[in-house]
């Protein structure tokens, strides 16, 4: 999930899941861990690693014990993440984590031999808590990781360690990413075994050239001092990046000649083929509305394209229709053939390519899949999400892996957000469900019927109080937008009520889903219904609802533009409802929620008379290069510029008309405080009166530190009723 959305949902509940994330995840993003047979799964259940078996919820095998997971004469190892290797012999165990950007990858590694019961440490000798990434090789022998920005393999039987790169260093990154790599496409893991456990397939960024914003830390010592965060703004170069296929036994590097400047160009997906002498590697344009499928053969480092793909607008990477995960390929027909997602007939769809480059539809008509869920081979099956009737709601569909009309298997009384993780067999699902009123179930399943096997029945929810209602509502430009709303308790239509507007607006995210959660605010202390707030959010185009091809990318060079006036458009159609207080209407959003709730005040001060905007980017040609050039183009010139500027909440903040108050912390590496510096400078040459919170080192999330979270919500809920006080009228 992109971290600018991530936050800027409902403050609560993101909060919550901001720390669970910090806490849990690990080098390798936390799945589940299915046994061969695919019937049974592990999970890290009270300090154990334990086997449950999705046909039988009672039974419970403990694979590791508490005692085995502890080392001799020190505390029992806290784990947090785990794989099995392919023979089933050996657990890799990630522990002692650190955090590194947004996620825990760093950390130490150890290996337990489930015959000989022995429990081992890797990277011996090795800083603590300094590993990142280790993987076993296929053949079980050997361990690979990264450890200070190089490469290291370890014998696993007899404990020796072999470093394979020299150059690393914190500007020149060898088997991981730079902050933006991560940030945006979602890279963080930066190598790759190879089928045959004889070589290691790696990313090197190059972030020699790239600038180091320094952030100001005023707190932690008596005398400030300076934080460096490499971050290339819109406009600058991003790092050069390049892919070296490194001998495990001669520590010799190939580099692979990929066509085209490395500077110019992203690598975000790189994988081996199902040859030992092959690599398949995904390069986009720096403007990211060119993708290049390249193969690389390992011996020569000789690299050709085999298909390409344009885009008036940008594609998007598998990070974005894949849970934020850009690892792996979609191999069919034992490597002769692979799948990938397109929108280039207007919808997002399955094509199957062969090595030659031919491509074939295999999902056709007029829907979007949300998500590619699992690929059947043996019973000729692709599984996806999809909602092809409601745009806030997911489905699990299949079709045949030679293509043809997509069946729906979720059963149609459950209406809502599903989700599945389907195991590797393809005749059992983890099946979880939530929508508007009901809160998250979950239950065992049998493909492809959808039976149930074990866990809670799904049953909806019906006698919910004060639910949240869906509504449409169409501009008269003729946009069609889905909306929630929440109304107060009692509801009185004779009354006139406040309405508070919840917004994010970007193409990192909706905010109108059919799924638990949404309609709650958890920046607000209390019930906002129980005061007699309405509270409302509109999904406007531009946000990734899965409406089409046209829909998602027509915000293209328009970010501050075409959102902005949608949602004040879709809030001039609902100042019209009867009873709607015109003169009390207040919105509110973080991070890009935040950029939009400036915007409106400042582009639209008739219709938003109180805003609260949190971490906001005030001027775009602040934020990073690959974001922000994904959705504005690359600013080469003053024109180019120019659409950055007309987006930016900054150009327009002499319009403040309204109430607002700006919050930001003076540590966010994310949206830098000069975006807060910038807006304040402006607002003072206007004279325009405003109310600051600023919140000193805390970062994008601003939770940070004893009672901060208690104070901001207070804030905020103060702020609200002063400035548009609550109740029917």
Same mark, same amino acid.
Request: glycine fraction near 8%; hydrophobic fraction near 35%.
């Given at each position: 999930?992109?971290?600018?959305?991530?936050?800027?949902?409902?403050?609560?509940?993101?909060?919550?899941?901001?720390?669970?994330?910090?806490?849990?995840?690990?080098?390798?993003?936390?799945?589940?861990?299915?046994?061969?047979?695919?019937?049974?799964?592990?999970?890290?259940?009270?300090?154990?690693?334990?086997?449950?078996?999705?046909?039988?919820?009672?039974?419970?095998?403990?694979?590791?014990?508490?005692?085995?997971?502890?080392?001799?004469?020190?505390?029992?190892?806290?784990?947090?993440?785990?794989?099995?290797?392919?023979?089933?012999?050996?657990?890799?165990?990630?522990?002692?984590?650190?955090?590194?950007?947004?996620?825990?990858?760093?950390?130490?590694?150890?290996?337990?031999?489930?015959?000989?019961?022995?429990?081992?440490?890797?990277?011996?000798?090795?800083?603590?808590?300094?590993?990142?990434?280790?993987?076993?090789?296929?053949?079980?022998?050997?361990?690979?990781?990264?450890?200070?920005?190089?490469?290291?393999?370890?014998?696993?039987?007899?404990?020796?360690?072999?470093?394979?790169?020299?150059?690393?260093?914190?500007?020149?990154?060898?088997?991981?990413?730079?902050?933006?790599?991560?940030?945006?496409?979602?890279?963080?893991?930066?190598?790759?075994?190879?089928?045959?456990?004889?070589?290691?397939?790696?990313?090197?960024?190059?972030?020699?050239?790239?600038?180091?914003?320094?952030?100001?830390?005023?707190?932690?010592?008596?005398?400030?001092?300076?934080?460096?965060?490499?971050?290339?703004?819109?406009?600058?170069?991003?790092?050069?990046?390049?892919?070296?296929?490194?001998?495990?036994?001669?520590?010799?590097?190939?580099?692979?000649?990929?066509?085209?400047?490395?500077?110019?160009?992203?690598?975000?997906?790189?994988?081996?083929?199902?040859?030992?002498?092959?690599?398949?590697?995904?390069?986009?344009?720096?403007?990211?509305?060119?993708?290049?499928?390249?193969?690389?053969?390992?011996?020569?480092?000789?690299?050709?394209?085999?298909?390409?793909?344009?885009?008036?607008?940008?594609?998007?990477?598998?990070?974005?229709?894949?849970?934020?995960?850009?690892?792996?390929?979609?191999?069919?027909?034992?490597?002769?053939?692979?799948?990938?997602?397109?929108?280039?007939?207007?919808?997002?769809?399955?094509?199957?390519?062969?090595?030659?480059?031919?491509?074939?539809?295999?999902?056709?008509?007029?829907?979007?899949?949300?998500?590619?869920?699992?690929?059947?081979?043996?019973?000729?099956?692709?599984?996806?999400?999809?909602?092809?009737?409601?745009?806030?709601?997911?489905?699990?569909?299949?079709?045949?892996?030679?293509?043809?009309?997509?069946?729906?298997?979720?059963?149609?009384?459950?209406?809502?957000?599903?989700?599945?993780?389907?195991?590797?067999?393809?005749?059992?699902?983890?099946?979880?469900?939530?929508?508007?009123?009901?809160?998250?179930?979950?239950?065992?399943?049998?493909?492809?019927?959808?039976?149930?096997?074990?866990?809670?029945?799904?049953?909806?929810?019906?006698?919910?109080?004060?639910?949240?209602?869906?509504?449409?509502?169409?501009?008269?430009?003729?946009?069609?937008?889905?909306?929630?709303?929440?109304?107060?308790?009692?509801?009185?239509?004779?009354?006139?009520?406040?309405?508070?507007?919840?917004?994010?607006?970007?193409?990192? &995210?909706?905010?109108? !889903?059919?799924?638990?959660?949404?309609?709650? #605010?958890?920046? =607000? %202390?209390?019930?906002?219904? +129980? /005061?007699?707030?309405?509270?409302?959010?509109?999904?406007?185009?531009?946000?990734?609802?899965?409406?089409?091809?046209?829909?998602?990318?027509?915000?293209?060079?328009?970010?501050?533009?075409?959102?902005?006036?949608?949602?004040?458009?879709?809030?001039?159609?609902?100042?019209?409802?009867?009873?709607?207080?015109?003169?009390?209407?207040?919105?509110?959003?973080?991070?890009?929620?935040?950029?939009?709730?400036?915007?409106?005040?400042?582009?639209?001060?008739?219709?938003?008379?109180?805003?609260?905007?949190?971490?906001?980017?005030?001027?775009?040609?602040?934020?990073?290069?690959?974001?922000?050039?994904?959705?504005?183009?690359?600013?080469?010139?003053?024109?180019?510029?120019?659409?950055?500027?007309? &987006?930016?909440?900054? !150009?327009?903040?002499?319009?403040?008309?309204? #109430?607002?108050? =700006? %919050?930001?912390?003076?540590? +966010? /590496?994310?949206?830098?405080?000069?975006?807060?510096?910038?807006?304040?400078?402006?607002?003072?040459?206007?004279?325009?009166?405003?109310?600051?919170?600023?919140?000193?080192?805390?970062?994008?999330?601003?939770?940070?530190?004893?009672?901060?979270?208690?104070?901001?919500?207070?804030?905020?809920?103060?702020?609200?009723?002063?400035?548009?006080?609550?109740?029917?009228?």
């Amino acid at each position: 999930m992109n971290y600018k959305f991530y936050r800027s949902t409902p403050a609560l509940v993101c909060f919550l899941l901001l720390v669970f994330c910090t806490i849990t995840a690990s080098a390798q993003r936390q799945k589940t861990h299915w046994a061969t047979d695919g019937y049974q799964y592990y999970r890290n259940m009270g300090g154990s690693i334990v086997e449950l078996d999705t046909r039988d919820s009672a039974k419970k095998t403990v694979i590791l014990s508490a005692e085995a997971l502890t080392p001799p004469g020190q505390k029992q190892l806290s784990v947090s993440n785990f794989v099995f290797s392919e023979d089933g012999k050996k657990v890799l165990i990630f522990t002692n984590t650190k955090r590194v950007w947004r996620y825990n990858t760093k950390g130490d590694y150890w290996i337990y031999d489930i015959t000989a019961k022995t429990l081992t440490q890797l990277g011996k000798g090795r800083p603590a808590s300094s590993l990142m990434f280790a993987k076993l090789s296929p053949d079980g022998t050997k361990a690979a990781y990264v450890s200070e920005h190089n490469l290291f393999t370890e014998d696993l039987g007899t404990g020796a360690i072999k470093q394979l790169t020299f150059d690393g260093s914190t500007k020149l990154i060898n088997g991981t990413f730079d902050w933006a790599y991560e940030e945006e496409f979602g890279c963080r893991d930066g190598f790759r075994w190879s089928p045959d456990s004889r070589a290691l397939a790696y990313w090197q960024i190059d972030a020699s050239k790239i600038k180091n914003y320094l952030m100001l830390n005023t707190t932690d010592s008596i005398y400030p001092f300076v934080v460096p965060v490499e971050y290339p703004v819109a406009g600058e170069n991003p790092s050069s990046c390049k892919i070296g296929v490194v001998d495990v036994n001669t520590a010799k590097t190939t580099w692979m000649n990929i066509p085209g400047d490395p500077i110019q160009h992203y690598i975000p997906r790189m994988e081996w083929t199902t040859d030992p002498n092959e690599l398949i590697v995904e390069q986009e344009n720096r403007a990211q509305n060119e993708s290049h499928i390249i193969v690389a053969n390992v011996s020569n480092g000789t690299a050709h394209i085999i298909h390409q793909e344009t885009d008036k607008a940008w594609i998007d990477g598998k990070e974005r229709w894949n849970g934020g995960d850009p690892m792996g390929w979609e191999w069919i027909d034992k490597g002769k053939a692979f799948l990938w997602l397109s929108e280039k007939d207007g919808w997002r769809h399955i094509y199957k390519i062969d090595r030659d480059g031919k491509e074939t539809l295999l999902t056709k008509g007029n829907y979007d899949v949300i998500t590619l869920s699992l690929i059947d081979e043996a019973n000729g099956v692709l599984y996806f999400m999809a909602s092809p009737d409601n745009a806030t709601q997911k489905y699990l569909y299949k079709i045949s892996i030679n293509g043809g009309k997509a069946e729906r298997v979720t059963p149609v009384d459950e209406q809502g957000t599903n989700g599945y993780e389907i195991s590797p067999n393809g005749k059992i699902a983890l099946h979880n469900f939530s929508n508007i009123y009901t809160a998250p179930l979950s239950e065992v399943i049998s493909l492809p019927n959808h039976a149930h096997v074990s866990g809670k029945i799904i049953k909806l929810n019906t006698t919910a109080k004060n639910k949240p209602e869906f509504f449409k509502v169409k501009t008269a430009d003729g946009v069609e937008m889905d909306g929630w709303m929440v109304k107060p308790t009692n509801f009185d239509p004779t009354k006139k009520y406040p309405v508070v507007f919840y917004v994010y607006s970007e193409p990192a &995210g909706a905010t109108v !889903t059919d799924s638990y959660g949404t309609g709650r #605010n958890g920046e =607000y %202390v209390g019930n906002m219904a +129980d /005061d007699g707030y309405i509270y409302i959010s509109l999904d406007n185009r531009g946000t990734p609802a899965p409406k089409g091809r046209e829909w998602r990318k027509s915000i293209y060079k328009n970010v501050g533009i075409v959102n902005i006036e949608d949602q004040a458009m879709g809030a001039r159609e609902i100042l019209k409802w009867p009873y709607v207080d015109s003169s009390r209407v207040a919105v509110w959003g973080w991070s890009g929620g935040g950029s939009c709730t400036l915007n409106l005040m400042f582009q639209h001060p008739e219709i938003y008379k109180t805003g609260i905007a949190i971490a906001a980017v005030g001027w775009q040609l602040t934020y990073d290069n690959i974001y922000q050039e994904r959705y504005m183009g690359v600013p080469i010139d003053s024109a180019s510029r120019q659409v950055f500027i007309n &987006g930016s909440p900054i !150009t327009y903040a002499k319009n403040l008309r309204g #109430n607002l108050l =700006y %919050v930001h912390g003076t540590g +966010d /590496d994310n949206v830098h405080y000069k975006n807060a510096e910038m807006l304040i400078n402006e607002l003072v040459k206007y004279n325009r009166q405003f109310q600051l919170m600023s919140y000193p080192n805390r970062t994008h999330g601003i939770f940070e530190g004893p009672g901060t979270t208690e104070h901001l919500r207070t804030l905020y809920t103060q702020y609200l009723k002063e400035h548009c006080p609550p109740g029917g009228r």
